[in-house]
């Protein structure tokens, strides 16, 4: 089945950019699948940050929409985040995971799953 | 968009049934049927428990349901076990300026 497992710094200095990788493994990146990152702060929820589908196309929060970035490599079968300026409040558990199942009777569904196992970054 | 509202915490005791709600509005919740509940154990990533309002993944227990009415999904729970001790998200799709919107998360203790 598929997994993720994301990678990258696990501190970041403030004003600086916090990058990290998430690679796919058990299935191809090239599935009618939409690849996404959430970030979770200490103590605190869930939120979206954004998304990507293979052929580069992306969907951001509204939110973080002005420093974040989210690209695909297909040839290493993984994606990428990147927030930049970051800040404290930046700091949190990020998880990327697989959405937007879909179904070829159905169509497209909307929840996250499978999930990776997460990174914690500290800004 | 803002959170989808759930209580801060739920709890029972061992074999009693409870229920998560979960409050979002005629944007999100009360438009589509794309209602998703999700574990989190402690240090652990979240693992959906229920998708589509009512679909339960391939794995996990019969003991975990859901529905919804109107702008409100539940997750129930049956004959609850220690190893639900858990914090328990919901999500949804949304038509606003965002596709996902997450709940504001319920522990769930076991007396």
């Known amino acids: 089945q598929v997994r993720l497992q994301e990678s990258g710094p696990g501190l970041v200095k403030p004003s600086e950019t916090l990058s990290l990788t998430c690679a796919v493994s058990g299935g191809s990146i090239r599935t009618s699948n939409w690849w996404s990152w959430v970030r979770q702060p200490p103590g605190k929820g869930l939120e979206w940050i954004g998304e990507v589908y293979h052929t580069g196309t992306t969907s951001y929060n509204p939110s973080l929409r002005s420093r974040v970035s989210i690209s695909v490599d297909k040839s290493k079968n993984q994606f990428s985040l990147r927030l930049n300026s970051a800040t404290a409040s930046d700091t949190a558990m990020y998880f990327c995971a697989r959405g937007r199942p879909f179904n070829a009777l159905t169509g497209y569904s909307y929840y996250f799953d499978p999930w990776g196992q997460g990174v914690l970054v500290a800004v | 968009q803002s959170a989808l509202t759930q209580p801060a915490s739920v709890s029972g005791s061992p074999g009693q049934s409870i229920t998560i709600s979960c409050t979002g509005t005629s944007s999100d919740i009360g438009a589509y049927d794309y209602v998703s509940w999700y574990q989190q154990l402690p240090g652990s990533a979240p693992k959906v428990m229920i998708y589509?309002?009512?679909h339960r993944p391939s794995g996990v227990s019969n003991r975990f349901s859901g529905s919804k009415s109107g702008n409100t999904a539940s997750l129930t729970i049956s004959g609850l076990q220690a190893d639900d001790e858990a914090d328990y998200y919901c999500?949804?799709?949304?038509?606003?300026?965002?596709?996902?919107?997450f709940g504001s998360g319920t522990k769930v203790t076991v007396l």
């Open positions: 589509d309002v009512t």
């Open positions: 999500s949804s799709y949304t038509n606003t300026n965002t596709p996902y919107v």
